[in-house]
């Protein structure tokens, strides 16, 4: 009988460190080709706000990094992010998940030698709206 009291006690401490685990905040670093100007910064921007798991965004033109931390107990999925980066034009090359702050992330960031291509930029925000190809 002590053995089966232990065992449950073991089970229940597991379970309660996955549940809080699962509810952690996290951080979501992406690659994003094709944002090369402050109107394509805003536009992921406001699509990435928009969602209720979004806490912090931090987006880097120069590298072309696109960084969200999550709220606790919140999640957004690979495919949820892939959508609104393609739905607003551009082109998701990577996705790195992890426990680290958003400071991590601008320290990495500014750190890192990735140099994007000469993409070219042809936009016309006259209207105040996107138009053009990446």
């Known amino acids: 009988m002590k053995k089966l009291v232990i065992q449950s006690c073991v089970l229940m401490l597991a379970s309660s460190f996955s549940l ?9 670093k992406m690659r994003v080709e094709g944002m090369v ?6 536009s992921i ?3 990435l706000k ?3 798991a979004t806490s912090e965004i931090y987006i880097n033109l120069e590298k072309r990094v696109v960084a969200i931390t999550t709220k606790d107990g ?3 999925s ?9 739905d607003a034009g551009y082109q998701l090359q990577s996705v790195e998940r992890g426990k680290f702050t958003m400071a991590d992330i601008k320290n990495q960031v500014k750190a890192d030698r990735y140099k994007p291509g000469n993409e070219t930029h042809q936009h016309d925000h006259k209207d105040g709206k996107h138009h053009g190809k990446h």
């Open 74 to 76: 919140k999640a957004v």
């Open 37 to 42: 100007c402050a109107f394509c910064a805003s």
């Open 50 to 52: 928009a969602l209720p």
């Open 78 to 86: 690979d495919d949820e992010l892939k959508k609104i980066i393609v």
């Open 20 to 28: 809080t685990a699962l509810a952690a905040a996290e951080s979501i």
């Open 45 to 47: 921007e406001k699509k």
